[in-house]
Structures are given as C-alpha cells and as structure tokens.
C-alpha cells in the first residue's frame, strides 16, 4: 500500500504569508502513460466534510482562489498558500488516487500566527 | 444542485451492524466511482472502499476487508455501506464521496458510534 506523509503537523503564518506543506509518496503516483501526478490536495474546515482545492498534483478546482497552488511529481509534492488568509485556517490533507487503498496524508493543521 | 447526503448512522454495540446509506441527486451514481471515507474523532481522513461505475469492482482498505460492503442501487440512485462485526474503533463520521479519481463531492457525513 503507498504511504503518504505530510511535513509538518501543523504550522502557524501570519496573515498575508506564504505556508507550504508538503507531501510524500512511498512510492512513485507519476503514471507515465498520460503523464499525470494521481495526486489531491484537500482542505477541511471544523465541522464540514473536505473540499478538493487541487487535482492531479497541479490543477486548482474551480472557485479555488488563485493563492492556492500545488506543485511536485512522482513522490514529492507542495502545497502552498501564496498569502494566507482569515478564512483558510483549515486542515490540508493530500491523497493520493494512484491506486486502491487510496490513502491519505495524516493531515497538516494551518493555524494564524 | 448536485450533492450527496448520508444517513443510518447511529449507536451500535461492538459486534453489531448497521447499514449506511448515501443518496445522489442532481447526477446518476451509475456514471461515477463512488466511495466511502471515514474520520474518527479528531483524526484524519480514512479511504475505506469504492465501487465503480458498474458496480461490478470493489476495493476496501485492509482494516475493513471482510466486515463491510460497498453496493449500489442505481434505480434509486442510493450508495450503500454494509458494516458487520462493528468494532469500538470503526467510531467515527463516516462520508460518501464521488469519484473516480479525485473527490469532487462530498456527503456532509453520518456519525456512527460503537460502544457498550
């Protein structure tokens, strides 16, 4: 089954910051046939289920405000938030959908500093 | 407006069963890999199964093999969720989510507790 391990736990920007979180793979998500990372990131907020905010490592879902941007292939992959905002304290999740168990990273909470 | 909701969620003794049910409005389920994820208490995200969209494969995470079953009845448009053998650690909110990749929509979840 392939591992997915977000760096760090958590971590506290001050407004208007980047954030990064990162993501591993215990193995490669690149399928080569089509050139595509089979990899997502997720956003959950207290109390709701999660929102998908990027698809195929790389590809910001519709209504996703332009600071949010993913990055990385084969095994290693970023999140960032260019300038963090009020309302994207939330925790981000990564997942990869390579292959069935379609796991999950163990979460990175974004707090404000 | 496309959305999923969840329900069958409950109180279940260690050992007991319960059957979740997800329904899809706004899109046929019969188009899409559906699936099952879960949360415990202040945990993380678990992917715990999917379904294509035939219904003819499914996939489960190790720790649910042989307990639960994932189906699908297309003429209502329902996603199912067979938990047998429940355990105290299965406690959790339990979500339905379309595929097949990528999940794009999701349940708002139903909480399942297990507990004596």
């Known amino acids: 089954d392939i591992v997915m391990t977000q760096s760090p736990d958590s971590l506290a920007v001050s407004l208007g910051e980047r954030a990064t979180i990162n993501c591993k793979s215990s193995?490669?998500?690149?399928?080569?046939?089509?050139?595509?990372?089979?990899l997502s990131w997720y956003q959950q907020k207290p109390r709701q289920p999660p929102k998908v905010l990027i698809s195929w490592a790389s590809t910001r879902e519709s209504g996703v405000p332009d600071r949010f941007s993913g990055s990385g292939s084969g095994t290693d992959f970023t999140l960032t938030i260019s300038s963090l905002q009020a309302e994207d304290v939330a925790v981000y999740y990564c997942q990869q959908h390579y292959e069935a168990p379609y796991s999950f990273g163990q979460g990175t909470k974004v707090e404000i500093k | 407006e496309v959305q999923l909701v969840e329900s069958g969620g409950g109180l279940v003794q260690p050992g007991g069963s319960l059957r979740l049910s997800c329904v899809a409005s706004?899109?046929?389920?019969?188009?899409?890999?559906m699936h099952w994820v879960r949360q415990a208490p202040g945990k993380g995200l678990v992917w715990l199964a999917r379904i294509n969209n035939n219904a003819k494969t499914t996939n489960y995470v190790d720790s649910v093999k042989g307990r639960f079953i994932i189906s699908r009845d297309s003429a209502k448009n329902t996603l199912y969720l067979q938990m047998n053998s429940l355990r105290v650690e299965d406690t959790a909110v339990y979500y339905c989510?379309?595929?097949?990749?990528?999940?794009?929509?999701w349940g708002r979840g139903t909480v399942v507790t297990v507990s004596s």
């Open positions: 193995q490669n998500i690149l399928y080569n046939s089509n050139n595509k990372n089979y």
């Open positions: 989510a379309r595929g097949p990749y990528f999940f794009d929509i």
């Open positions: 706004g899109f046929s389920l019969s188009t899409y890999w």
